[in-house]
């Protein structure tokens, strides 16, 4: 049986991030309570996987702090896990072993069972070459998931998969947030996954949040009227700034 244990308080205060002169982040603020699944979407560019990296260890901040369960996040943590778009399994290594790899202690037992909850107890054995795009993402998973981490974080780790596939990802993503109750950050251009998943969805716009909305539908969910709503509020605010600049253009081309 895998063991469960609850996520964690994440509390982002007053970040900002800069590479050389370049500002990425700006003065981002963020307190998310334990369990929580949150969504950051954002134009590429915009300063979103950035904002995952710091909250990761993987960068530095330029100014402010970030306080995981009560203590500063100054690197990598073991109760922190990330997938990425790109399911970097080591080819050499089965599957059981790309999933143990992770493991400072534990048995194999423990990487088959996380296996067993993607839905891939049967492919233990088998080398990633030999699975589907969906296949090695779900083992990725697997491996993020061993040790019962109090913070998942995401990093569009969907992107790749063909549309059927990325649904079926969601559904497993979703019933395992569910069952392990873990803080979970999903970084992804997608609104529509975006409100599928999350309690809670983060637009960043030039490195600030411009929109932090909660989504206040039932689980499961139902793409239906009110599903609509939300997707189109989001889309709305995100296309807004863009519809700005095309205006002005058009203006300053008609007055020439």
Avoid at 60 to 85: D, H, K, V, W, Y
Avoid at 127 to 141: E, I, T, Y
Avoid at 171 to 191: N, S, Y
Avoid at 196 to 221: C, M
Wanted: glycine share 8%; with cysteine; proline share 3%.
């Amino acid at each position: 049986m895998v063991n469960t244990k609850s996520g964690a308080r994440l509390i982002v205060d007053h970040v900002s991030k800069h590479f050389g002169e370049t500002p990425v982040l700006q003065d981002v603020t963020l307190d998310i309570p334990a369990g929580q699944f949150v969504a950051i979407v954002g134009r590429s560019g915009c300063g979103k996987s950035t904002l995952l990296r710091l909250i990761a260890g993987l960068e530095e901040a330029t100014n402010g702090s970030m306080n995981l369960a009560g203590s500063l996040i100054a690197g990598i943590r073991e109760e922190t896990r990330m997938l990425f778009q790109d399911a970097r399994l080591l080819p050499w290594k089965s599957c059981v072993d790309n999933v143990s790899v992770v493991m400072k202690s534990g048995t194999r037992e423990q990487a088959l069972d996380s296996l067993r909850q993607v839905g891939l107890a049967d492919k233990a054995e088998e080398w990633p070459s030999v699975l589907s795009g969906g296949q090695r993402q779900r083992v990725a998973l697997a491996r993020a998931l061993t040790g019962t981490p109090s913070l998942l974080l995401l990093d569009e780790p969907l992107g790749a998969l063909d549309a059927l596939t990325r649904l079926d990802m969601q559904g497993l993503i979703e019933d395992i947030w569910k069952e392990r109750l873990f803080t979970a950050i999903l970084v992804t251009h997608d609104v529509s996954e975006a409100v599928a998943l999350a309690d809670r969805v983060i637009l960043i716009e030039n490195g600030s949040i411009a929109l932090d909305i909660h989504i206040t539908l039932d689980r499961p969910r139902e793409r239906d009227n009110d599903f609509v709503y939300f997707e189109r509020l989001i889309l709305d605010r995100l296309l807004e700034r863009n519809s700005g600049e095309r205006k002005h253009a058009r203006d300053v081309v008609y007055s020439i």
